[in-house]
């Protein structure tokens, strides 16, 4: 079993910075992939940002120039740097891992709890 926990939501004046960071514990062999969603309420869950196991990255475009993904593999953590933060990025923030567990074949995908960021003066 993995478990994602993340952490560093909050209320934050438009125009500041926000660090959300996402670790997993459990049986982990490897991580495929990591990202971050968000979502507000009546709407779907959106892809934010995302890392390859190789590194690649891709963002919304709602988010470039202003987001930053990054990982540390040690730690089996993801971050996102949110700077320049307006009101639309107001949201619950989700954290989702691809990870292969020992003695397992694929993938599977793991979803952290969700994490509140409000974007207001």
């Known amino acids: 079993q993995v478990q994602l926990v993340e952490s560093g939501g909050g209320l934050v004046q438009p125009g500041g910075s926000l660090r959300l960071s996402c670790a997993a514990s459990?049986?982990?062999?490897?991580?495929?992939?990591m990202g971050w969603y968000r979502q507000t309420p009546g709407k779907q869950r959106e892809l934010v940002a995302a890392i390859t196991s190789g590194g690649s990255t891709n963002y919304a475009d709602s988010v470039k120039g202003r987001f930053t993904i990054s990982r540390d593999l040690a730690k089996n953590t993801v971050y996102l740097q949110m700077n320049s933060l307006k009101p639309d990025d107001t949201a619950v923030y989700y954290c989702?891992?691809?990870?292969?567990?020992?003695?397992?074949?694929?993938?599977?995908?793991?979803w952290g709890q969700g994490t509140q960021v409000t974007v207001s003066s």
């Open positions: 459990g049986s982990i062999a490897s991580i495929y992939a």
């Open positions: 989702n891992m691809f990870v292969v567990a020992p003695a397992t074949r694929g993938p599977s995908s793991y």
